[in-house]
């Protein structure tokens, strides 16, 4: 079963990745371009709270399944 928590916490960490670079977009600290697009693709401009919630509630997420994973062990 240590299997099980390692894979938490390698999931926890890539939510937590992943959802501090939306919360960071969200905010408009980090600009980027879209990278693969399908169809008409457009940047967004300034900060946009939909992504920062989204990238909070994910960051936060992971925090909590990395601090499972460490805990189980």
Request: net charge negative.
């Amino acid at each position: 079963m240590k299997w099980v928590s390692g894979l938490v916490g390698l999931v926890g960490l890539l939510a937590f990745l992943l959802g501090s670079l939306w919360f960071l977009q969200g905010t408009g600290l980090v600009v980027m371009e879209p990278i693969a697009c399908v169809g008409e693709c457009e940047s967004v401009e300034g900060p946009s709270m939909q992504w920062a919630i989204s990238g909070l509630v994910l960051l936060l997420a992971g925090c909590a399944a990395v601090w499972f994973a460490w805990n189980r062990r």
